[in-house]
């Protein structure tokens, strides 16, 4: 295995971290989902998705649909592949 490396996209931009405006940091809360991405999409997706919708449910967050959680995940591979980031990821997906 390689350099292990974080993706993180905005909008469908790959983004560097402080410039990334998280609700944790804007109101003192948020959930997250993260995931290795090996080069193969995890089997266990459904899982990581009820965990956030619960986690935003306890806590009045507005959730996204399954299709936009798995499209935004999507998203973010295809621009860690544009940018040639390799297939040891992870992939961290908030609300």
Known sequence: MGDLKVV????????????????????????????????KFPKSITKHYERLV?????????????????YF???SLDIAEENNLGNDLY?????
Do not use: C, H, W
């Open 8 to 39: 993180k996209t905005l909008n469908g931009e790959l983004i560097e971290d402080r410039k990334r405006p998280l609700r944790t940091t804007l109101y003192g809360e948020g959930v997250f989902e993260t995931f290795r991405y090996n080069g």
């Open 73 to 75: 995940i999507e998203k």
């Open 54 to 70: 619960r986690g935003a449910e306890l806590l009045s967050i507005p959730k996204i649909s399954q299709e936009d959680y798995i």
């Open 91 to 95: 992939i961290k997906r908030d609300i």
